[in-house]
């Protein structure tokens, strides 16, 4: 993604930062120009819009850190920062790893203008640093260069910079990023949850846990539980294969390459993995028991209860020691149980404790792809659906939930299930960062 802005005369405007900014701007998502619209009025199309461009600047600068370590599934609108002028209805969505974005359709009746370009873009988080960041610098610059006294923007601006380069200092904001509040301006009490988060977890598995949290004063009773469970599992939690396995896939699994969506690294694995094993394609995991028996340990146990947020955890050990809630179905444990095998397997080096979570991140995307190959390969339940079973036949025959089925069968390309799963950024879930 690009912007891209012309600089104009000095705008009618009361605030010197939107006349010292006024631009011919254009917008460039997946090598589309989607800045381009429709005047209405006029009948003519043009290809960029005039606009003061400072409060997209600003927009970026404000949620810098959500923007690049965010990762909990909802999406900021473009749009949000127009200032009454007309924007692309353009999406982010951060996931950990990339920052999607998303350009549909709009109308627009005052002014009457339509925008009509779709675009899809996934780009790496630190191509958009640069990017993003390098148009930040341009508006910083003509600001400057425009007489216009340091403001908001460059306050802003300068704490980015000096964050990034401080370590305790940027792992603080991306936690935060992660958490969804505001690094600079939050308050004691959301930086105690990021405190007591990070006696527990470090890194990656840090965001990946705060971007589930919902709720924050539960943050703490949360890290309480898992901290009872892995004390009253320390024996029955255990899977001694796992580390054979983890030594033996290393090799095998590729997921650095930024063309590979979560879904094929996720099923890429699982099929290793059931190679490796030399399980049939048939063979039916139906209960907990059937997976941590094939994982060494035919006596292991679920937790007792459930916390906010968590679907299961791995604390890497000699022998790992897996936390898996309590639900109250055996599919949904798992389900849980073999994520978190994934996420020991495809993950190895994120930290000594793994949260497998409710977040709609690309690390959890990846271990929600592996769980459902593993307990439902695709090319089974593409078969059989060829074959004339319903969805719901197919789940029972592999002791899976409805949804896992409606999953793979979209991530297939099917489109039985393609018209009854709404994407992710559709209006059905478009929701707004908290910061």
């Not at 059931?274 to 340990?297: K, M, Y």
């Not at 060829?386 to 036949?393: F, K, L, P």
Request: contains cysteine; proline residues 5%; glycine residues 6%.
């Amino acid at each position: 993604m690009k912007f891209s802005a012309e600089w104009l005369h000095r705008g009618d405007s009361s605030a010197p930062e939107l006349s010292a900014t006024t631009a011919l701007l254009e917008i460039s998502v997946a090598s589309r120009n989607v800045s381009a619209f429709l005047d209405r009025d006029a009948k003519v199309g043009r290809d960029r819009i005039v606009m003061p461009v400072y409060p997209i600047a600003e927009g970026l600068a404000r949620h810098w850190w959500w923007l690049t370590a965010g990762r909990a599934g909802t999406v900021l609108p473009l749009r949000r920062f127009r200032e009454g002028f007309a924007l692309p209805d353009l999406w982010f969505r951060p996931d950990g790893v990339d920052v999607h974005i998303d350009v549909y359709p709009i109308n627009y009746d005052n002014p009457a203008v339509s925008f009509y370009e779709v675009a899809h873009e996934q780009t790496d988080v630190s191509s958009f640093e640069r990017d993003a960041g390098h148009f930040i610098d341009n508006v910083l610059d003509r600001l400057g260069s425009s007489g216009v006294v340091e403001g908001w923007l460059a306050t802003r601006w300068s704490d980015v910079r000096r964050s990034s380069e401080n370590e305790d200092e940027r792992l603080f904001c991306e936690a935060a990023g992660a958490l969804g509040i505001d690094p600079y301006t939050c308050n004691d009490e959301q930086a105690s949850v990021v405190e007591a988060a990070a006696k527990m977890f470090v890194g990656d598995s840090l965001n990946e846990f705060l971007a589930a949290q919902r709720h924050l004063r539960r943050v703490s009773d949360s890290l309480s539980w898992l901290s009872e469970q892995e004390e009253a599992l320390i024996r029955r939690g255990r899977l001694p294969e796992l580390p054979k396995w983890k030594l033996w896939m290393q090799r095998r699994i590729d997921r650095s390459s930024p063309s590979k969506r979560p879904w094929n690294i996720g099923r890429d694995a699982a099929d290793i993995l059931r190679t490796h094993l030399n399980l049939d394609d048939e063979r039916v995991f139906g209960n907990v028991s059937a997976i941590s028996t094939l994982c060494g340990n035919g006596q292991f146990a679920v937790g007792n209860g459930a916390a906010n947020g968590l679907r299961a955890s791995v604390k890497l050990d000699e022998t790992p020691i897996l936390v898996v809630p309590e639900f109250p179905l055996e599919q949904t444990r798992v389900f849980a149980i073999m994520r978190a095998i994934g996420d020991y397997l495809i993950f190895h080096d994120s930290g000594p404790l793994s949260p497998i979570t409710e977040a709609r991140s690309h690390r959890q995307a990846v271990g929600r792809a592996f769980a459902a190959e593993f307990l439902a390969p695709g090319r089974v339940v593409e078969d059989r659906l060829r074959n004339g079973a319903t969805i719901e036949q197919i789940s029972i025959e592999r002791h899976v939930s409805e949804t896992l089925i409606e999953n793979q069968l979209v991530n297939l390309g099917l489109s039985e299930a393609r018209q009854r799963i709404p994407s992710l950024g559709s209006p059905e879930t478009r929701l707004e960062p908290g910061l």
